[in-house]
């Protein structure tokens, strides 16, 4: 347990930090021998990697259509009707977003409007290894079809057998997804954005991923041959606001709930009371040892933190300075204390909201702001999908009432050109008006 009161500012920030930051230079450089293979050596470097890490058989990159329908029509009507259910509430969720074109005369005779329309073409990666992620695959894939993106492609690393989960091309099929590739990591972020003779280039990547992908996805955007990225979205983590009322056994279930993605994710606990911190940790080591994943969970549970405050208020000053991914409010009242709350991916309100519910079939998106983002970015929505452009339409009149100011505004910048494209047009309306 640490008690953050008795802590120096640097204590505070080294508390904080991210597992997944150590050896970042060594990343960097590893991801960056990976782009550049497969912007050299396109199919033949990803298939090289892809079986390497995923499946050492694999012949061809690209899943078949008739081979995806195939997989899907292995998920039992059960988890037919679950996925089904969360793509209705995701989609009812999205199609909320959709935005409104706007028309507006700013001046008589001037025209301004601001449009809408789907990205042209999109990558969404999906993470695969120990625990594929149908559930991904609708958060990517429901927003694109909002959207109406025309081009989606859909990357995921393969089994051992050439395969994917029969879930996720279930999932897949459902969002209508027809280009999957099988290849992951950060080989798959490369040709997405830089493209390969088998898959074409994309305009912008979507998706979370391992250290790996999000350090890809980083290189490629800076890159003006590369791609837009919707977020640096990497290893799961979770912080849990919670008082003396809080339920142990909850608090215990979601904290390993992001533990068991992975080794890397991060769960910490912040809470005013020491009696539910000391319960809360003999619950994790409790549902621990039931749990499927129990050697993943306790690796990332070696990065869990236990916060002792002195109050939720100050519970909450920490909550602000992580900025997490997940924030789970196990307060009394805890719609209350929404508004001091600054930084965080997506929020969970009371005992009976789990993050499992934002992951899977709220509604909402689960693709979030990771590693301290949540200050800068937000989480993934339908305008991500989307790119908006603004129209203007000046009329004769339009460019007579407008027309003087844009020359002064010209003039006063030194720019003659713009001045003279505006005073060329009203000597020709005078011209005109004096026919």
Excluded at 85 to 110: C, M, S, W
Excluded at 272 to 281: D, H, N, P, R, W
Excluded at 287 to 310: F, G, T
Excluded at 322 to 344: F, T
Aim: contains cysteine; hydrophobic residues 40%.
């Amino acid at each position: 347990m640490i008690n953050w009161s008795t802590l120096s500012d640097a204590e505070k920030t080294e508390v904080l930090s991210r597992p997944a930051m150590a050896d970042s230079e060594s990343l960097r450089n590893t991801v960056a021998g990976i782009l550049a293979d497969v912007t050299a050596r396109g199919d033949d470097a990803v298939l090289e990697y892809t079986r390497k890490f995923d499946c050492p058989s694999l012949e061809a990159l690209q899943l078949s259509t008739a081979a995806r329908d195939t997989l899907a029509a292995q998920v039992t009507a059960e988890v037919q009707d679950a996925i089904k259910t969360a793509f209705n509430n995701v989609k009812q969720f999205h199609e909320a977003q959709y935005p409104e074109d706007i028309r507006l005369t700013t001046t008589p005779g001037v025209v301004c409007e601001q449009r809408f329309t789907g990205l042209e073409a999109v990558g969404l990666y999906i993470p695969g290894g120990s625990a594929p992620l149908p559930s991904t695959v609708m958060m990517l894939g429901v927003p694109s079809l909002v959207a109406g993106c025309k081009r989606r492609v859909m990357c995921t690393p393969p089994n051992a057998e050439q395969q994917i989960a029969p879930e996720i091309a279930f999932a897949a099929k459902l969002c209508g997804i027809e280009e999957i590739y099988l290849c992951g990591g950060a080989q798959a972020i490369a040709a997405m954005a830089f493209g390969t003779d088998t898959i074409t280039k994309v305009d912008k990547i979507f998706g979370p991923g391992n250290s790996f992908v999000t350090e890809a996805k980083q290189q490629v955007s800076q890159r003006a041959d590369g791609a837009a990225i919707d977020m640096p979205a990497g290893p799961s983590e979770v912080l849990v606001l919670a008082d003396a009322n809080a339920s142990a056994e909850f608090v215990a279930s979601d904290l390993l709930s992001q533990a068991e993605h992975g080794p890397d994710s991060q769960a910490i606990l912040v809470s005013e009371s020491q009696a539910l911190i000391e319960a809360t940790k003999a619950e994790v080591t409790a549902q621990l040892a039931r749990l499927s994943r129990e050697s993943i969970a306790s690796k990332a549970m070696q990065n869990a933190r236990y916060i002792l405050a002195e109050s939720v208020e100050q519970a909450i000053d920490v909550s602000n300075a992580y900025a997490p991914e997940h924030l789970i409010v196990q307060i009394d009242n805890a719609r209350d204390y929404l508004p001091a709350i600054k930084h965080a991916g997506s929020i969970f309100l009371g005992p009976w909201s789990p993050e499992s519910a934002g992951d899977y079939a709220s509604g909402t998106n689960h693709v979030l702001p990771t590693y301290g983002y949540a200050r800068n970015y937000s989480s993934l929505g339908l305008l991500d999908f989307m790119r908006r452009y603004t129209i203007q339409e000046l009329s004769e009149d339009g460019m007579r009432n407008l027309g003087p100011a844009i020359m002064q505004l010209a003039d006063a910048e030194g720019l003659d050109a713009h001045r003279d494209a505006v005073r060329y047009r009203l000597e020709a309306l005078q011209r005109n008006d004096s026919k």
